[in-house]
């Protein structure tokens, strides 16, 4: 069970960083011909002018070669980051609940009585901005200050003719901690994502006749509270097999 909640949570991440948009016949996107700097870069990163979104979606998990199985859900975002995710077999069963309010992630698993709660991975400090002209390519580097100097927060990649973000790296203490790639962009958004851990832990997502910038309600959004469930660390799925 922790090997597909890893995964789930890992896609957690994923959309408190970024949004996606409804899936039809994709376009080819069109040239961009505006000022490429720090600023507009930042922009133009995914998910960034998406208020909200409600979507079904349909997830693979991957570790390795290995096939982890294939999952439905339903999802609920909004700007800055609150985000719902309830996830679930295509029998029903082995359900997952993934809220996030505030900056804290709590994971719950019913079928356990189990609640893994603490601050997001997600959660941004306070960041600084570069970028670099690469061959095919523009690179928007985001840093952040630590005791010992200056670390990578996190990079992003976009294509010099469409200049839309199609890879994103996320950094934990200088380390490679998730890649992003995103694919069938529609006004800016991408239709689908291949996430990849640190450990070997793979993601593809599909949206399903999702909704943007509709009203959603706060209740969504209610944290869990600690009666009657066993609460742990939130850490013990990241650090797991690292």
């Known amino acids: 069970m922790k090997t597909t ?17 409804p899936r039809l016949r994709v376009p080819e996107a069109p040239t961009y011909e505006g000022p490429v700097n720090v600023e507009v870069l930042k922009e133009r990163r995914v998910l960034k002018n998406i208020r909200t979104l409600r979507s079904e979606v349909k997830v693979k ?18 700007q800055p980051e609150s985000i719902r995710l309830r996830v679930y077999s295509p029998f029903g069963s082995g359900g997952v609940d993934i809220v996030h309010l505030n900056s804290l992630l709590q994971v719950f698993i019913p079928e356990q009585g189990v609640l893994y709660e603490g601050g997001s991975p ?17 690179k928007l580097f985001a840093t952040k200050a630590e005791e010992w100097g200056t670390s990578i927060y996190a990079s992003y990649s976009y294509d010099k003719r469409t200049l839309l973000n199609k890879k994103v ?3 934990d203490k200088g380390d490679k901690f998730v890649v992003m790639r995103f694919t069938d962009f529609i006004d800016g958004v991408p239709m689908r994502a291949k996430f990849e ?23 969504f959004f209610e944290l869990y509270g600690h009666g009657g469930l066993t609460v742990l660390p939130l850490e013990r799925l990241f650090t797991e097999g690292r």
């Open 5 to 21: 909640i890893k995964g789930f949570l890992l896609f957690f991440i994923c959309v408190a960083l970024f949004s996606c948009a």
């Open 61 to 78: 998990l991957k570790w390795g070669k290995k096939s982890l199985g294939s999952y439905k859900g339903a999802l609920l975002f909004e």
């Open 122 to 138: 997600a959660t941004k400090k306070k960041l600084s901005y570069y970028m670099e002209n690469k061959d095919s390519h523009y």
């Open 169 to 171: 790296m996320i950094y």
């Open 197 to 219: 851990l640190y450990n070997g832990y793979k993601m593809y997502l599909d949206l399903r006749e999702p909704e943007v910038d509709v009203d959603v309600s706060p209740e």
